[in-house]
């Protein structure tokens, strides 16, 4: 199948995709949207919001209508490494025996990661990383496609443990994720309290999506996009000839190179799944926010004034 014609085909699923998933979840659609980007893209997403907001649901039922396996890590603060990456045995003949772990499946939810220490947070840098896991001195791969989706709860909460900057930077996407519309709650309580119990088709298979991934990465960009991504990054970055003024103001640390990097994949994933065969510049602004919002650190003056980084992004434009 030609290029082009794949693209058609993804856009035709992408579509389909959408409606099964919401035979399940109300509304959501630019979190959907975020996530479907990033599982296309390869990459991994943070998402950010109060408990009780159907996280858990929402990425049970995208995994299962990507037809892949799905396992959801319950993070507390006693969790070992070994929980999540398995351990070694002893089996009746003598003989180690490696005993998988939950990391071992095509999507993980990883549920309030920062309720974890940094030692259990930082178990899942080398599975997110490499897709690979090394225990015991052996290293064991990951089945393709692998997706980790992390939940966090505001940092503001008791017992939390703040995700590093370094592993924030592993994540393609944060996406925050808001209370419904009116409306929509109405639907979700008649949805959720009623015997109807939706039935979602898996549409995908792993090899599908892995060659949907190679598609993208196949698809050409221009200069000039290019270089308006790696210019957006570059502004984020205080005291640099490039900074921007409001940069300068309000932000203490800004995005690295894989900002760039995931600005220009995203792009081209935007622009895939609206049935375009080159991303262009509104592409790169329509992912921006989810891609620079965790990377970009505020001071205590934004804080006082009450700007929000969204407002700080928008204005780089």
């Given at each position: 199948m030609s290029d082009v014609a794949a693209i058609g085909k993804l856009v035709e699923k992408h579509t389909q995709l959408k409606s099964e998933i919401a035979k399940v979840i109300v509304g959501q659609e630019k979190v959907i949207d975020e996530i479907l980007l990033a599982i296309f893209s390869g990459g991994h997403a943070l998402l950010i919001g109060v408990p009780g907001l159907a996280k858990t649901l929402m990425v049970n039922t995208i995994a299962t209508a990507l037809g892949l396996d799905f396992k959801r890590i319950q993070f507390t603060p006693d969790l070992m490494p070994s929980d999540i990456l398995g351990s070694e045995i002893l089996d009746e003949s003598r003989q180690f025996k490696f005993i998988k772990?939950?990391?071992?499946?095509?999507?993980?939810?990883?549920?309030?990661?920062?309720?974890?220490?940094?030692k259990t947070q930082a178990a899942l840098l080398e599975a997110m990383q490499e897709r690979i896991v090394t225990v015991s001195g052996h290293r064991y791969s990951l089945d393709l496609p692998y997706f980790v989706l992390a939940t966090q709860n505001p940092i503001e909460q008791e017992g939390t443990y703040p995700l590093p900057e370094a592993q924030l930077d592993r994540f393609m996407f944060a996406i925050h994720l808001?209370?419904?519309?009116f409306q929509e709650e109405i639907d979700v309580v008649k949805a959720t309290t009623s015997d109807k119990k939706p039935t979602v088709s898996s549409l995908f298979t792993a090899q599908e999506i892995i060659d949907f991934q190679q598609l993208i990465r196949r698809i050409p960009v221009a200069d000039n996009v290019i270089e308006y991504a790696v210019q957006l990054v570059s502004k984020t970055r205080p005291k640099t000839t490039s900074a921007a003024q409001i940069v300068n103001d309000y932000i203490d640390w800004g995005a690295g190179p894989r900002a760039s990097q995931n600005l220009i994949l995203g792009a081209k994933t935007h622009a895939a799944v609206k049935g375009k065969y080159s991303p262009d510049i509104e592409d790169v602004q329509a992912v921006a926010e989810g891609i620079l919002r965790h990377r970009l650190i505020k001071n205590y003056k934004a804080e006082a004034e009450g700007l929000s980084i969204e407002d700080i992004i928008k204005s780089l434009f």
């Amino acid at each position: 199948m030609s290029d082009v014609a794949a693209i058609g085909k993804l856009v035709e699923k992408h579509t389909q995709l959408k409606s099964e998933i919401a035979k399940v979840i109300v509304g959501q659609e630019k979190v959907i949207d975020e996530i479907l980007l990033a599982i296309f893209s390869g990459g991994h997403a943070l998402l950010i919001g109060v408990p009780g907001l159907a996280k858990t649901l929402m990425v049970n039922t995208i995994a299962t209508a990507l037809g892949l396996d799905f396992k959801r890590i319950q993070f507390t603060p006693d969790l070992m490494p070994s929980d999540i990456l398995g351990s070694e045995i002893l089996d009746e003949s003598r003989q180690f025996k490696f005993i998988k772990g939950p990391v071992f499946s095509n999507i993980i939810l990883a549920d309030e990661i920062n309720r974890t220490p940094p030692k259990t947070q930082a178990a899942l840098l080398e599975a997110m990383q490499e897709r690979i896991v090394t225990v015991s001195g052996h290293r064991y791969s990951l089945d393709l496609p692998y997706f980790v989706l992390a939940t966090q709860n505001p940092i503001e909460q008791e017992g939390t443990y703040p995700l590093p900057e370094a592993q924030l930077d592993r994540f393609m996407f944060a996406i925050h994720l808001d209370y419904p519309s009116f409306q929509e709650e109405i639907d979700v309580v008649k949805a959720t309290t009623s015997d109807k119990k939706p039935t979602v088709s898996s549409l995908f298979t792993a090899q599908e999506i892995i060659d949907f991934q190679q598609l993208i990465r196949r698809i050409p960009v221009a200069d000039n996009v290019i270089e308006y991504a790696v210019q957006l990054v570059s502004k984020t970055r205080p005291k640099t000839t490039s900074a921007a003024q409001i940069v300068n103001d309000y932000i203490d640390w800004g995005a690295g190179p894989r900002a760039s990097q995931n600005l220009i994949l995203g792009a081209k994933t935007h622009a895939a799944v609206k049935g375009k065969y080159s991303p262009d510049i509104e592409d790169v602004q329509a992912v921006a926010e989810g891609i620079l919002r965790h990377r970009l650190i505020k001071n205590y003056k934004a804080e006082a004034e009450g700007l929000s980084i969204e407002d700080i992004i928008k204005s780089l434009f």
